[in-house]
């Protein structure tokens, strides 16, 4: 297709960094958003990167050639089934979630054979939320895996991924289980552990809990940052890839076990070699582009 009209549902961090990508390589002829808050969608139009806003998800898709959904995994299927009998023959929906398998399930069963989903998600965000955190250049220089099955359309499949690839992404596939594997271990664990680091230092008594907090250290502060993601967005996430994120966490648990011991019985061998390969994975991921070697990460302080 030739520029396609394209529909925003969910206009915080990744609908509108979407909003401006699109904008900014010239990849639609319209971007219509939906969002619940009247006060967003205001915002959305007085930022600019939506060309139109309407107060349903159905009026915001008409005439639209490709859907984004940007919202909670748990509000995904109750708006498909709102807006797909209304969308274009052949347009196509796709999405952005952390988890691939349940919207994947999901919205099979409602595509009445004229509407095609590519479920995508992009390797890409921060702790920030809302229209004002999106930017044009989340998406440049990082993944985006789509995990379509044996009966996505080829050529939906090819829309999506132009659009992605005209944003600055690398584009990628995966079977949707695998995916869900895959981010369990680098994505939901790592923000389990988070929210439960903080928490836990959020039970300390008063004077304890200040000094931490007076006295954080780099990683301290990185676990906060994470930590402070939007809570409905996470509470899904691991609510939708249970069964992924039990397994890893139970792998986690053994590991852990395992460096308490070698603590309590003093062997430094063990916990070296623990620590050299973990600085291999390290490497490995700055040599891959995914992260800077910077001093301090980058940061400013």
């Known amino acids: 297709m030739s520029k396609p009209n394209i529909a925003l549902i969910g206009l915080g961090l990744i609908g509108s960094s979407l909003g401006h990508a699109l904008k900014k390589n010239g990849l639609a002829a319209h971007i219509s958003g939906y969002a619940r808050s009247a006060e967003t969608r205001a915002r959305a139009m007085e930022i600019g990167f939506v060309d139109s806003v309407h ?9 639209a050639d490709v859907v984004f959904f940007n919202t909670p995994l748990s509000v995904i299927k109750s708006l498909a089934e709102d807006i797909i009998p209304g969308l274009k023959d052949n347009a196509i929906l796709t999405d952005v979630g952390s988890v691939k398998a349940c919207v994947l399930k999901e919205l099979t069963p409602l595509l009445d054979g004229r509407i095609h989903f590519v479920p995508g998600h992009p390797i890409a965000g921060t702790e920030q939320s809302g229209p004002d955190a999106g930017f044009a250049e989340l998406f440049e220089e990082r993944w985006c895996i789509l995990t379509p099955d044996e009966n996505t359309s080829l050529i939906a499949v090819e829309e999506v991924s132009k659009l992605w690839r005209g944003m600055g992404s690398d584009v990628t596939f995966m079977d949707a289980d695998h995916h869900d594997l895959v981010l369990a271990i680098t994505s939901h664990l790592p923000h389990l552990i988070a929210y ?4 836990t230092a959020a039970q300390l008594e008063n004077d304890t809990r200040s000094e931490v907090i007076k006295y954080s250290a780099s990683g301290f502060r990185d676990f906060t940052r994470i930590a402070s993601s939007d809570p409905i967005m996470w509470r899904d996430i691991f609510l939708s890839n249970k069964d992924a994120v039990l397994e890893m966490l139970g792998r986690f648990s053994e590991d852990l076990t395992a460096l308490q011991a070698a603590i309590r019985r003093g062997d430094g061998r063990y ?5 050299t390969r973990t600085r291999g994975i390290r490497d490995s991921i700055i040599e891959a582009g995914q992260d800077t070697d910077s001093p301090n990460f980058g940061r400013d302080k």
């Open 55 to 63: 107060e349903t998800a159905q009026e915001a898709v008409i005439d």
């Open 196 to 199: 439960n680091i903080v928490g």
């Open 271 to 275: 916990l070296e070699d623990v620590f």
